[in-house]
């Protein structure tokens, strides 16, 4: 057990990536926390986990909101005295141009996956230090790493948050804070279902998804959680600042 005795926080825990992490993240030894506005979800994710003989809470958090941040993080410090892992994955998209895309919109896509992880970082620094160090993973994309067409916001949504990650890094190395984020390519989660099922002709959708990875399908969700795992983990000890392409080959081209 790579994780015994840690305590992991993780927002989006509910669904996709963030709930296929929760689970290993607990099957590794640490206590989770996730969250997520779901709370159906939540609970149902926190079940499977006490069934397998882990542990685990769901609370109620909306991540653009910095407010709702704070209370998440203060209720782990409250459940389990302290924190060693966060993970700022909740996240949204939104397939339109810039041309296309109102203010309102913009505002919505930044101020989940960018702001959301912003206010992570801001909250869980302190107790980080205070503890000697810690590991935050946040998820970018590889709509971060490169431009997706159709994706205006959130690229620069993602872009944002490889750079914050970085920037993060630098100001908090010496504390034993570590910051990296993940990039993954399109992963068979709930995001990616409704997108493919809203699409005119989803069964080309999922086939050209899959083909745009050299290795010719998409990610599993528990594949991003793997690498989520080895930047939590101290194997991973010397690792700061970087952002990891899980994405079949795709950003190597
Ligand atoms: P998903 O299954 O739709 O999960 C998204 C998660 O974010 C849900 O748990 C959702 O929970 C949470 N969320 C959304 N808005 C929120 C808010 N305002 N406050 C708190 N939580 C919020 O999709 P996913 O693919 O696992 O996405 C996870 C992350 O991976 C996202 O950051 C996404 O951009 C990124 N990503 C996904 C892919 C992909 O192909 N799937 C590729 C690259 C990056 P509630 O709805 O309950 O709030």
Redesign the pocket.
Known sequence: MRLLNKVAVI????????KATAILLAKEGAKVVI????LE??REVVDLIKKSGGKAAFIR????KEAEIKNLIDFAIRLYGRIDILFN?????LQKTVTETTEEELNSVLN??LK?VFFGCKHVIPHLIKQGGGSIIN?????GLVGSPGLAAYCAS?GGVVLLTKQVALDFAKSGVRVNCV?????M????ERFVAKSPNPEKTFEDLAKMHPMGRMAK?EEIANAVLFLASDESSFITGQALAVDGGLTAQ
């Open positions: 927002t989006g825990g509910n669904s996709g990536i963030g969250s997520g506005r779901d979800l939540g958090a909306d991540v653009s994955n909740a996240g949204i998209e989940v996956n959301g998820t970018a994309s590889i709509a993602k990039c993954p390519g399109a992963t989660t709930p995001m990616v969700p």
